[in-house]
């Protein structure tokens, strides 16, 4: 008898693990006896079992102070995850042969960056996707963000990986050749969302909302104004001094005020929409989106 497997989404915690059917029958009480044992806030859980999400339930609370519960429609800002949506993304642009991955990205962004230990060697597609290009998080690269959100209009991303920027700094780079060391890097991501809008001419976060987030009819955006509903979105939190205290998203459902975009420009700093990670959504449509790359798209 061939063997079911099944994949577990979770959020706030995400992680995939083979479970068989049998495991799964005591599924919730086990996952019911972690939020307790564990004292958790909450996290959303989705089983998914021969392409078709066969559980799905929330537990603890998306909004402590409002009591407001966890469900299967729970919005969570996933963070790093956020990457995998930022990855396909550029390679639906591969996929229309607008760029080949071991092509210098120098020849789409309009100026160069170039580790400066290895000048002649030029960054690649690939080795941003794979996080090989020897770009690190820079010690201004939280000033740099800053800036991207606070100044309209906001820095071009050259002011962060061009030497002589206002945001440049030699540790940006290390002191390896391109292509040939692994360093996981926040950077590499927002430079891929420039990249997206330079190719594309859209910007990203419009980009990601037309060919994946619509077509497969995700509620999730890396710009909260496109959510529904603010007071759906989780709060995020962290234990603190025997307290639970909000670190991100705790808007009280009272939506944030718009970034102003008035004076931005497509292709000048992707950074600005988080395709690093600020995406928000649910684990009933991340696991959409999983099951659509389980499906070669």
Not at 49 to 73: E, L, R
Not at 80 to 87: G, M, N, P, Y
Not at 154 to 166: I, K
Not at 258 to 280: A, E, K
Request: with cysteine; aromatic share 14%.
């Amino acid at each position: 008898m061939m063997r079911k497997y099944c994949t577990i989404i979770a959020l706030l915690f995400f992680f995939f693990f083979e479970l068989n059917t049998a495991m799964a029958q005591s599924l919730d009480s086990q996952l019911s006896d972690i939020i307790s044992s564990y004292q958790l806030m909450g996290m959303s859980v989705v089983k998914v079992c021969d392409g078709q999400i066969d559980f799905s339930k929330g537990y603890g609370f998306a909004d402590y102070d409002d009591g407001v519960p966890i469900t299967d429609t729970t919005l969570y800002r996933i963070a790093s995850i956020s990457k995998s949506v930022t990855a396909t993304a550029l390679m639906i642009l591969y996929d229309q042969g607008l760029f080949g991955l071991d092509d210098d990205i120098n020849n789409y962004l309009g100026y160069s960056v170039r580790n400066w230990h290895y000048p002649s060697d030029p960054i690649t597609f690939r080795m941003l996707l794979s996080h090989t290009s020897t770009i690190i998080d820079g010690t201004k690269y939280s000033n740099f963000l800053n800036a991207t959100f606070s100044q309209n209009p906001p820095p071009s991303a050259n002011a962060y990986f061009v030497s002589g920027g206002t945001y440049y700094t030699s540790n940006i780079f290390l002191n390896k050749k391109p292509g040939t060391y692994f360093s996981y890097s926040n950077s590499n991501f927002g430079l891929i969302g420039t990249l997206i809008e330079k190719i594309s001419g859209i910007r990203f976060d419009i980009f990601c909302k037309q060919n994946i987030f619509d077509p497969l009819q995700m509620t999730a955006s890396f710009n909260i104004q496109d959510l529904p509903d603010i007071s759906n979105v989780a709060v995020l939190y962290r234990y603190v001094g025997n307290n639970w205290v909000p670190q991100a998203d705790n808007y009280n459902g009272v939506m944030p005020p718009p970034l102003d975009l008035s004076q931005y420009t497509v292709g000048n700093n992707g950074f600005i929409f988080g395709p690093q990670g600020s995406l928000r959504t649910s684990a009933n449509d991340l696991a959409r989106f999983m099951l659509m790359l389980a499906n070669n798209g």
